[in-house]
Structure formats: C-alpha cells, structure tokens
C-alpha cells in the first residue's frame, strides 16, 4: 500500500514537474522582453533596442512552424512559437511608434528653429510596397511590417507545400530554423558594438536571454529533440554571453564621449 502511494506521489510530482517545464518553455521566451518593452515605453527612446532583434525571431518561429510539417516535435515548443511571434509584433509596434514621435519632434524642432512656423511638418514616408532595400526593416508604418511577414509566411509555406515530402529539404528547413534563431543575440551584439556602449539595452533582458536558452537546451537534451534543436541552443547561450562581456567591458573601459555620440547616431540609422 505504501509503495502504491510512494509511486502516486512520484508520478504527481513528475507531471507537475512536466507542466512547469512545459509553461516555462512556451512563455519563458518572451519574458526577457517584458523590461525592455517597459524601459522603451517609459523612456519612449528605442535606440538602445535592436529591431532586427524582431526580425529574427519571427523569421525563426515561422520556419519552426513549418518544419513541424514535417518533423513532429513536443507541443510546448509549438505554442512558444506562436506567442513569441505575437510577442515580436507588439515589439515592433512600439519601436515604430516612438521612432516616429522622434522623428517628428525632431522635425518640428528644426522647423521652429528656422522659423517656419506656419509650414506643415511632413516625415517622409517609407513603405514595405516601395521596394526600397535602403529603408528594409526601418518602415514608417506598423501595416508594412505585417505585410512583410505576412509575404515571407505565404512564400516558406508555399515552398514547403512543395518540397514536404524530401527528406534533405525538412531537416534543412529545421536547421535554418533553430539556426536563425540562434543568431538572436547577433543584431544587439552589432548594436552594441557600433554604439561602443549598452546604453539604452536592458541588461535584464540579456540574463534573462541567457537563463532562459541555456533552459532550453537543458529542456531540448532531456526530451530528444531534434539534433539541430540543441545544437544551435548552445550557439545561443554563447552570444548571449558575448553580449554580457560587452556590458562588462565598456562599463569597465568607457569609450571616448565624441566617438560614443558618432557611433550612436550611426546605429540609429541603421534601426
């Protein structure tokens, strides 16, 4: 009887276990990005925040839920997909809207400062239908960056209707996956390192960033996922602390004011 209720207790616990494992796999990914969402709204400056950051990660999710068409794997990793992607969106919808409020001060300064008071203060528009890659990624709009991603989706599924049954195109298609979104830290780490400093970058979400891959990998090796699944999360856990080191070193070793501000300009741009 005691045996009985020894093995109840174990087989309890172990589902408890799986279930917490499983919410902290689906929603522990967008956490990191709950201070940074504070710290842009309340500073309404995005500069220090990589939007390419955004880019990754979607074209990452999307082509993971894809390769499920052809490679089954466990269902939280599914629904962290589709949250992070929803994640992703509100991101972006932030970053646009207050880079245009700078945008539009800053004209309307300029404006007033050549005494042109009675002029209309227009920002030129940059829109996804353009076709312009000068301005990829760096639209006025929200809508443009849905119907971009929205173009990108319909495209890989298209593509991957056709090709579902090759084996090779699968596992190419799951490695593109896990490995574009390994390469998330990459953007913030170039961000950084243009701007010679992490100002503006929370710092809370690059440990989270980094807690929350090497979970994930743990969590990939303990349930059998595919190979290409742990592989590139170990990648990941490495940029993450590359970008850690840089926190460290320019606290450390401060860069000089004039470099600092040209460098910082030069990577808003680039946003």
């Known amino acids: 009887m005691e045996d009985e209720v020894f093995q109840h207790a174990v087989s309890v616990f172990s589902s408890l276990v799986s279930w917490v494992a499983a919410g902290a796999i689906m929603f522990g990914g967008v ?15 995005a500069e220090g925040f990589s939007t390419y950051v955004c880019l ?4 990452a999710n999307i082509l993971r839920i894809l390769f499920r068409f052809g490679r089954y794997y466990e269902m939280p990793l599914l629904w962290q997909s589709i949250i992070m992607i929803c994640t992703m969106l509100v991101m972006l919808n932030l970053c646009t809207n207050v880079r245009m409020a700078a945008e539009l001060s800053t004209k309307r300064r300029s404006f007033l400062a050549t005494d042109s008071k009675d002029e209309e203060v227009r920002i030129p528009k940059r829109l996804f239908l353009d076709f ?19 173009a990108f989706t319909l495209v890989a599924a298209y593509v991957t209707y ?4 090759s084996v090779l195109f699968v596992e190419t298609l799951g490695f593109l996956a896990v490995f574009t979104e390994a390469m998330l830290g990459t953007p913030q780490l170039y961000c950084n390192y243009q701007n010679k400093s992490t100002e503006g970058m929370s710092i809370k979400m690059v ?3 980094t807690s929350g891959d090497t979970f994930k990998t743990g969590y990939f090796l303990l349930t059998e996922a ?3 699944f742990w592989t590139c999360g170990l990648l990941q856990v490495f940029v993450d602390v590359a970008i850690l080191f840089q926190v460290y070193y320019y606290s450390r070793y401060p860069q000089k004011p004039v470099s600092h501000t040209v460098s910082h300009t030069t990577s808003a741009k680039a946003l």
């Open 31 to 45: 956490v990191p990005y709950i201070p940074q969402y504070r710290d842009i709204h309340r500073t309404q400056n």
């Open 56 to 59: 990754v990660l979607l074209v």
């Open 132 to 150: 312009d890659w000068t301005y990829f990624w760096s639209w006025s709009r929200f809508v443009d960056y849905l119907q971009c991603v929205l």
């Open 162 to 165: 056709l090709l579902l049954d």
């Open 207 to 209: 440990l989270m960033w």
């Open 226 to 228: 595919p190979v290409q």
